[in-house]
């Protein structure tokens, strides 16, 4: 009896074979035409914070910031985070 494949898939070596993950807050600022200013006051936060977020420069997302985001934004989540798989990853670079 042949040996049954384990359906899951092992992890790569480095954490950048995983994928990316793309956080759509510019865009979405720019098609509200609101300035990381205007969402600064109305979600309660920093500005370098949202700066961040804004250009894709974290590395561990916050619930609570992707909360307000999406309350103050009025959009879902899928709106403003994306997950890019490897494959793709590596067209786009």
Same mark, same amino acid.
């Given at each position: 009896? !042949?040996?049954?494949? $384990? !359906?899951?898939?092992q992890l790569p070596v480095s954490? %950048?074979?995983?994928? %990316?993950?793309?956080?759509?807050?510019?865009?979405?600022? @720019? @098609?509200?035409?609101?300035?990381?200013?205007?969402?600064?006051?109305?979600?309660?936060?920093?500005?370098?914070?949202?700066?961040?977020?804004?250009? $894709?420069?974290?590395?561990?997302?916050?619930? %609570?910031?992707?909360?307000?985001? +999406?309350?103050? &934004?009025? +959009?879902? &989540?899928?709106? &403003?985070?994306?997950?890019?798989? !490897?494959?793709?990853t590596q067209t786009l670079q």
């Amino acid at each position: 009896m !042949p040996k049954k494949e $384990n !359906p899951l898939r092992q992890l790569p070596v480095s954490s %950048d074979g995983y994928g %990316d993950i793309k956080i759509h807050l510019a865009e979405i600022l @720019e @098609e509200k035409n609101i300035s990381l200013n205007q969402l600064s006051f109305r979600t309660e936060m920093q500005r370098t914070q949202l700066r961040n977020y804004r250009d $894709n420069k974290i590395q561990r997302l916050d619930i %609570d910031i992707l909360k307000r985001l +999406c309350y103050v &934004l009025e +959009c879902n &989540l899928t709106d &403003l985070i994306e997950y890019i798989p !490897p494959e793709e990853t590596q067209t786009l670079q």
